[in-house]
């Protein structure tokens, strides 16, 4: 359908970014691999997975999906050791710190825009001997026994 003649309501818009984590796997409605599919079938295959198969012909007249390949947007998650990813700022340095999501800092979480900030904080707290601390809203893990046999039993 042209991009004219679909309905639109005048007023409201609504933006929902996805990503897809097994794009090489065929869907289970839509048998393609979702590296393959256009946005209107990837949208069909959500719509499905959902349940909400009775406004299975109405949304992707009301819905534009536009795709874009992110080979490198889960790098950050790929198996490392401490040594693989320099220190934020790194002793006995006073002059240069490393900055963004590769770098180390202890018990945090990388991905959001927050774990940069941490990072700057910490280069900056640590050369410039500001004492202060930085606080997180997500901490890592590791000592966190618990959590971490929940989030094996969703897995
Ligand atoms: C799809 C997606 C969705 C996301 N959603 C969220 C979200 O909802 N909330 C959230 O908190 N985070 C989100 N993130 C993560 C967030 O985007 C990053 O954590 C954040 O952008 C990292 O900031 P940064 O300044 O460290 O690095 P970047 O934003 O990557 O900035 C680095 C900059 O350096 C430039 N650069 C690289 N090399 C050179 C060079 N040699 N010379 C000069 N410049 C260079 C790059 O062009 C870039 O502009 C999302 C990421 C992705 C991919």
């Known amino acids: 359908m042209a991009d004219a003649e679909r309905p639109r309501s005048s007023s409201r818009r609504e933006a929902i970014p996805g990503y897809g984590l097994l794009i090489e796997d065929d869907g289970d409605y839509v048998k393609k691999k979702m590296s393959q599919s256009t946005g209107e079938e990837i949208l069909t295959e959500l719509i499905c997975q959902l349940g909400f198969d009775d406004i299975l012909c109405e949304v992707p007249t009301t819905t534009d999906v536009t795709t874009v390949m992110m080979p490198y ?4 998650f790929s198996r ?76």
């Open 73 to 76: 947007a889960s790098s950050l």
């Open 80 to 155: 490392r050791i401490p040594a693989d990813r320099p220190q934020g700022a790194p002793r006995p340095s006073r002059e240069f710190a490393f900055l963004g999501q590769f770098t180390d800092l202890p018990e945090d979480v990388v991905f959001a825009v927050e774990y940069s900030v941490h990072g700057a904080m910490y280069a900056v707290y640590r050369l410039f001997g500001v004492d202060r601390e930085i606080r997180r809203s997500t901490t890592g893990s590791s000592t966190q026994r618990s959590a971490l046999l929940r989030s094996s039993k969703v897995a």
